[in-house]
């Protein structure tokens, strides 16, 4: 039976409840922005007891259908004050949904500063100490936990680094991977900083005993499952050692520095001199040189075919970091000047061993370094000071509270962001769907709401222009595909072979309807997707958004961008006209 698991933390007590009827097709973002819309006052504060964070498996997470172990995370931003869904893949998220638990609630506050543990098992959900765990980096603690609670087979883990303890606005909620690296981020938006607000350092989840994730017509679902399958493993960028599996996602490096695009020293810039040092290509020949083996992408979550996630190894060979995504090379490399891979691998682990956003600390430093903090390519200094953030310093504090509040400490006009979330790694002066997409957001400047970079860079579901501006209805399109894949629960690369193989993007269809029983044909992906948006939308505009905040820095419209010499010169009423108002 689908249920609701609520945790408050107010006085640590846990109940499940019946997934109420008007849920019963909802799951991942539709089912937490839906909560969310419904139950959070948006004009509460994110860091205050009003405030609740949600957790929803997708659609078919939990079953066999392929890449898709993602978790949707859900709550009111620190970051941004508006709405937000976050979601990472990780094997947590097949463990609820096998558990029958449709959406785990978060809610309350404890009067005390007290951190606690919560398990979540079939039966509900019980309540430890957490406080020995606190102050530490997350690859200490992680293997404590697992040892303490069954291991690695019994559960998965969530929780929260020091950045999520002292409520800094840059800090993520980390899932393990399947080797129990505290590594897989939800990682946008300082949700992490709203389970710090509610003394929630863990929550661990054990399916002991849980049953297969039922199927309402598995025919159906076994059609729609092979359908996808095979459209995975025949794209060139998702087919096994197709580009995502041999060079991981940073093999978009070289692609968008070529295209000009390529944020650099804090977005003055739209190539990169050193982007060649940082690429895909430049971390599979250094982990061949270093380990000898040319096979080190792996899946980093159950029953992903794709299997993009990459391992950086130090010169002796040992690991150093997991995983360096294009996101991340980008905003700790290109966009700070540092083309050191060992030590763009060094922030992120550093980011991830604090619990915080890669692209947010990138975007922070590199604002920090125009402010005057650092010289732009000086890799022993930005490392240094993000080890200010984890000791939360002053200064550490002003850094996780994001690029903006860095910006206005260091009197910095170009802070690239959007309602106060740091633009991620696709200048949109040189691309202007995402730019648009940045700009009409929910969630701020957030390139996962609309990839539009497939068909105006990549060529999939077509070749557009990228300095063409007339994008309303694509970047439309997409956010509305998007917000329903972000429901399936399958990972955002399968929009690559979907969008340009027909019988994938059917597949997709099938499978949510042979687990929910339901006769969803390819209209309902755009129904489905604009009821998300209009949820996450009211959401905002009670908590006070109007179009006047749908727009980029006004820096972008004078200051033209190399090689292009592009301005962003999309009108107002084009942007405004994406959702027509
Ligand atoms: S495609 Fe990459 S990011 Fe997506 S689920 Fe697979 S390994 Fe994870």
Same mark, same amino acid.
């Given at each position: 039976?689908?249920?609701?698991?609520?945790?408050?933390?107010?006085?640590?007590?846990?109940?499940?409840?019946?997934?109420?009827?008007?849920?019963?097709?909802?799951?991942?973002?539709?089912?937490?922005?839906?909560?969310?819309?419904?139950?959070?006052?948006? +004009?509460?504060?994110?860091?205050?007891?009003?405030?609740?964070?949600?957790?929803?498996?997708?659609?078919?997470?939990?079953?066999?259908?392929? +890449?898709?172990?993602?978790?949707?995370?859900?709550?009111?931003?620190?970051?941004?004050?508006?709405?937000?869904?976050?979601?990472?893949?990780?094997?947590?998220?097949?463990?609820?949904?096998?558990?029958?638990?449709?959406?785990?609630?978060?809610?309350?506050?404890?009067?005390?500063?007290?951190?606690?543990?919560?398990?979540?098992?079939?039966?509900?959900?019980?309540?430890?100490?957490?406080?020995?765990? +606190?102050?530490?980096?997350?690859?200490?603690?992680?293997?404590?936990?697992?040892?303490?609670?069954?291991?690695?087979?019994?559960?998965?883990?969530?929780?929260?680094?020091?950045?999520?303890?002292?409520?800094?606005?840059?800090?993520?909620?980390?899932?393990?991977?399947?080797?129990?690296?505290?590594?897989?981020?939800?990682?946008?938006?300082?949700?992490?900083?709203?389970?710090?607000?509610?003394?929630?350092?863990? @929550?661990?989840?054990?399916?002991?005993?849980?049953?297969?994730?039922?199927?309402?017509?598995?025919?159906?679902?076994?059609?729609?499952?092979?359908?996808?399958?095979?459209?995975?493993?025949?794209?060139?960028?998702?087919?096994?050692?197709?580009?995502?599996?041999?060079?991981?996602?940073?093999?978009?490096?070289?692609?968008?520095?070529?295209?000009?695009?390529?944020?650099?020293?804090?977005?003055?810039?739209?190539?990169?001199?050193?982007?060649?040092?940082?690429?895909?290509?430049?971390?599979?020949?250094?982990?061949?040189?270093?380990?000898?083996?040319?096979?080190?992408?792996?899946?980093?979550?159950?029953?992903?075919?794709?299997?993009?996630?990459? +391992?950086?190894?130090?010169? &002796?060979?040992?690991?150093?970091?997991?995983?360096?995504?294009?996101?991340?090379?980008?905003?700790?490399?290109?966009?700070?000047?540092?083309? %050191?891979?060992?030590?763009?691998?060094?922030?992120?682990?550093?980011?991830?061993?604090?619990?915080? &956003?890669?692209?947010?600390?990138?975007?922070?430093?590199?604002?920090?370094?125009?402010?005057?903090?650092?010289?732009?390519?000086?890799?022993?200094?930005?490392?240094?000071?993000?080890?200010?953030?984890?000791?939360?310093?002053? @200064?550490?504090?002003?850094?996780?509270?994001?690029?903006?509040?860095?910006?206005?400490?260091?009197?910095?006009?170009?802070?690239?962001?959007?309602?106060?979330?740091?633009?991620?790694?696709?200048?949109?002066?040189?691309?202007?769907?995402?730019?648009?997409?940045?700009?009409?957001?929910?969630?701020?400047? %957030?390139?996962?709401?609309?990839?539009?970079?497939?068909?105006?860079?990549?060529?999939?579901?077509?070749?557009?222009?990228?300095?063409?501006?007339?994008?309303?209805?694509?970047?439309?399109?997409?956010?509305?595909?998007?917000?329903?894949?972000?429901?399936?629960?399958?990972?955002?690369?399968?929009?690559?072979?979907?969008?340009?193989?027909?019988?994938?993007?059917?597949?997709?269809?099938?499978?949510?309807?042979?687990?929910?029983?339901?006769?969803?044909?390819? &209209?309902?992906?755009?129904?489905?997707?604009?009821?998300?948006?209009?949820?996450?939308?009211?959401?905002?505009?009670?908590?006070?958004?109007?179009?006047?905040? &749908?727009?980029?820095?006004?820096?972008?419209?004078?200051?033209?961008?190399?090689?292009?010499?592009?301005?962003?010169?999309?009108?107002?009423?084009?942007?405004?006209?994406?959702?027509?108002?």
């Amino acid at each position: 039976m689908d249920r609701i698991l609520r945790v408050d933390m107010t006085d640590r007590t846990a109940a499940l409840e019946p997934l109420p009827k008007r849920y019963k097709q909802r799951a991942g973002r539709w089912l937490t922005s839906s909560i969310v819309h419904d139950e959070v006052p948006a +004009t509460c504060h994110p860091l205050g007891p009003n405030n609740k964070i949600v957790f929803s498996p997708g659609i078919v997470t939990g079953t066999s259908s392929p +890449t898709s172990s993602r978790i949707s995370v859900g709550g009111k931003s620190p970051l941004t004050g508006t709405i937000k869904e976050a979601n990472a893949g990780t094997g947590w998220g097949r463990r609820l949904a096998r558990l029958g638990i449709r959406a785990l609630v978060v809610e309350g506050q404890p009067k005390e500063d007290d951190f606690w543990l919560v398990k979540v098992a079939a039966d509900g959900a019980t309540f430890e100490p957490a406080g020995e765990w +606190t102050g530490k980096k997350l690859s200490e603690v992680y293997p404590e936990v697992f040892s303490k609670h069954g291991g690695e087979k019994a559960i998965d883990v969530c929780s929260i680094g020091v950045a999520g303890e002292r409520r800094m606005a840059a800090s993520g909620v980390c899932f393990n991977d399947q080797e129990g690296r505290p590594s897989r981020y939800a990682g946008r938006g300082g949700l992490g900083a709203v389970l710090g607000s509610k003394g929630l350092k863990f @929550l661990v989840v054990d399916d002991t005993g849980a049953s297969d994730v039922p199927i309402a017509d598995p025919e159906r679902f076994d059609e729609g499952r092979r359908k996808m399958a095979a459209a995975l493993n025949e794209h060139a960028i998702t087919k096994p050692k197709g580009a995502l599996n041999s060079y991981g996602t940073a093999v978009l490096v070289n692609i968008i520095n070529e295209a000009g695009a390529l944020p650099t020293h804090n977005f003055r810039l739209g190539r990169f001199e050193g982007a060649a040092k940082i690429a895909g290509e430049a971390i599979f020949q250094g982990n061949k040189e270093r380990t000898g083996s040319e096979l080190y992408n792996h899946a980093c979550s159950p029953g992903c075919i794709i299997r993009c996630s990459n +391992t950086w190894h130090r010169a &002796d060979g040992s690991e150093h970091t997991s995983c360096l995504e294009y996101e991340s090379a980008w905003a700790l490399g290109a966009n700070c000047g540092i083309d %050191d891979l060992d030590q763009v691998a060094e922030l992120n682990q550093l980011c991830n061993e604090y619990g915080l &956003d890669t692209i947010e600390v990138g975007g922070t430093l590199a604002v920090a370094m125009e402010g005057g903090v650092a010289r732009f390519g000086d890799g022993r200094r930005a490392i240094e000071l993000v080890h200010e953030i984890g000791r939360a310093t002053p @200064l550490g504090r002003i850094l996780g509270s994001g690029a903006l509040v860095t910006g206005k400490a260091f009197g910095v006009e170009r802070v690239p962001h959007v309602k106060g979330q740091n633009m991620p790694a696709y200048e949109p002066r040189a691309i202007k769907g995402i730019g648009m997409t940045y700009a009409v957001s929910t969630m701020g400047a %957030d390139h996962t709401s609309g990839y539009t970079i497939a068909p105006e860079i990549l060529g999939v579901s077509g070749k557009l222009d990228p300095l063409n501006p007339d994008k309303a209805e694509l970047t439309r399109n997409f956010q509305y595909a998007t917000a329903f894949i972000d429901t399936t629960g399958h990972c955002l690369f399968i929009a690559f072979a979907i969008l340009d193989i027909a019988a994938g993007f059917e597949g997709m269809i099938n499978e949510c309807n042979g687990v929910l029983g339901t006769e969803w044909i390819d &209209d309902d992906v755009t129904r489905i997707g604009k009821e998300i948006l209009d949820l996450e939308r009211e959401f905002n505009r009670r908590a006070g958004f109007t179009k006047l905040d &749908d727009r980029l820095p006004e820096f972008m419209t004078r200051e033209t961008l190399p090689p292009h010499d592009a301005v962003w010169d999309v009108p107002d009423r084009v942007i405004d006209s994406v959702f027509g108002r």
